[in-house]
């Protein structure tokens, strides 16, 4: 079945800092990806829906300014957390979609520090 | 809006016992309804769904009914496996042709031998 890459899949990060999440589906082209965060033994929330080519959509609550969200080609789009709190601690989900299917990468564990 | 409730984990079963994981959900229009699993390490992936009303998905010897009367669609498996061992995931379509998935909050499912 289709493949989709995440990395790093863990990152430490300092508080201030930013880090970078990429997203990449390996045998299919997405024109849409989706960027989910998971917080521990709770449900996936969907953060925003990213177009090729276009902005992305942001769910209610999410900061737009503050996960910067860059979906440059059919195959990659990138998560930025920006001056990143404790708080932004979670792991962090994409998934592609090929068609009406839905593949999603294996989660990025973010802790700041 | 849209909403996706499981009954709580984690769930601990003796192999070849009978599993049932409960979901319900609230949303408005005619969603089509999905069970993901997680094994350890692993990304998502989709199990089984169902797109109407009693329809019944059914994968792996898991199967799950779309009821609307009751707004349900729990999994069963006659017969678990040690390698069932996971954590699913019940999850809606928003509505409209977006490829946004509404998750339930997940039911860590863990088989002994």
């Known amino acids: 079945g289709a493949v989709v890459s995440q990395h790093p899949s863990r990152v430490i990060c300092k508080s201030g800092t930013s880090v970078k999440i990429e997203c990449r589906s390996l045998?299919?082209?997405?024109?849409?990806m989706f960027w989910y965060r998971q917080f521990p033994k709770q449900s996936l929330m969907l953060m925003a829906t990213?177009?090729?080519?276009?902005?992305?959509?942001?769910e209610q609550g999410v900061e737009k300014d503050k996960f910067l969200i860059n979906h440059a080609s059919l195959t990659l789009s990138t998560l930025t957390v920006t001056s990143a709190h404790p708080e932004d601690s979670s792991f962090y989900i994409c998934?592609?979609?090929?068609?009406?299917?839905?593949?999603f990468g294996p989660g990025t564990r973010l802790t700041v520090t | 809006g849209d909403s996706v409730t499981q009954m709580e984990g984690p769930v601990t079963l003796s192999e070849e016992a009978f599993l049932t994981i409960n979901c319900t959900y609230t949303?408005?229009?005619?969603?089509?309804l999905f069970w993901y699993v997680q094994y350890p390490g692993e990304g998502l992936q989709l199990l089984l769904k169902a797109t109407k009303a009693d329809d019944k998905g059914s994968n792996k010897g898991f199967e799950a009914t779309y009821r609307k009367e009751t707004t349900s669609f729990h999994l069963e498996k006659g017969s678990v496996q040690v390698s069932d061992s996971a954590v699913y995931f019940c999850?809606?379509?928003?509505?409209?042709?977006?490829?946004?998935?509404?998750f339930g909050q997940g039911t860590t499912l863990q088989v002994k031998p």
């Open positions: 990213s177009n090729e080519g276009s902005k992305a959509t942001y």
């Open positions: 045998d299919f082209q997405a024109t849409t």
């Open positions: 949303a408005t229009g005619y969603p089509s």
């Open positions: 999850a809606l379509s928003a509505s409209g042709n977006t490829g946004k998935l509404i």
């Open positions: 998934s592609a979609r090929d068609g009406r299917k839905q593949y």
